[in-house]
Each structure stands twice: as C-alpha cells, then as structure tokens.
C-alpha cells in the first residue's frame, strides 16, 4: 500500500534526475513563455501587486518572467537541484527561494498579492491542502492563478 509521501518522495528523485535537461521542456518555448508574461502583466495590473509566490517553482520559470513586474518574487519548491539553479541576477526585484511543501507555507497570513503554481497541481495527490494555503498566504483581492 502507497505511504502518504511516497508521491512527494517520487516528484523529487524524478525532479532531481531531470534537473539538467528541464529548462528544454516545452512551457520553455518563447511562445509560452510570453503567453505567461501577458497573463503575470494581467495579474500585477488587477492587484497592483507587489509580491509574488510562486509555488512549485521548479528552476525559476515564473520567477524568471516576474520579476520585472513585481518588486518580490518568491519560490518554493520541493527539490534542492531545482532551486540550485535557479539564477539570482535577472529583474531589479528581490528574488528568494525557499525548499518547502506546498501545503505547508512558512509564511505569514495575507503576506503576497499573487500566488501561482505553474504545472503544479498535476503532481499533487490533494490539491485542496495546497488551495487553502494559497488563500491563506493572499491578501484580500490577492489572485490564485495555475496552469
């Protein structure tokens, strides 16, 4: 019988094993990449937001998108050779990872303006853990946004 973790645990070696090739997985194409970036434009814009978290962050495919639009950008993610290589010069905002679950934040209640989970939510065994903590960690008017 599957232990609760065993999916976390699997995301993680699969993750890890990847590392080196993702950034050729196909949310990287420019065409993707500027679909996003229409929508981020639209997500700052709605909440004049300032802060972003962006759960799941993987090596930085959101972060590296947002950070001209918000002035913090955060990323959270459950593998260490993910955030490893995540590059820490691009935008004029603060970019900050952290290794955390989804489901578990270390952050303050109405902390962020935008929360996202970019090709997340597939790799979950519950997504509702992982909603409630959005809605936590958002102000109000703060917006949720996956894909």
């Not at 929508?39 to 814009?45: A, D, G």
């Not at 972003?52 to 972060?63: Q, Y």
């Amino acid at each position: 019988m599957p232990r609760a973790d065993d999916a976390l645990r699997a995301n993680i070696a699969i993750h890890t094993a990847g590392a080196d090739v993702y950034r050729q997985e196909p949310h990287y194409r420019p065409e993707n990449q500027q679909r996003v970036r229409l929508i981020l434009e639209e997500l700052q814009r709605r909440t004049q937001g300032r802060r972003l978290l962006d759960l799941g962050c993987g090596m930085g495919f959101i972060l590296d998108i947002a950070q001209d639009l918000f002035a913090e950008v955060v990323g959270v993610d459950v593998t260490p050779a993910m955030l490893a290589r995540i590059g820490r010069s691009r935008g004029s905002g603060i970019l900050r990872t952290c290794l955390a679950q989804a489901e578990k934040l270390p952050f303050r209640d109405n902390a962020f303006d935008v929360c996202t989970a970019h090709a997340l939510l597939h790799h979950l065994d519950h997504v509702r853990p992982v909603a409630e903590e959005a809605r936590r960690i958002l102000r109000p008017g703060g917006i949720f946004f996956s894909a």
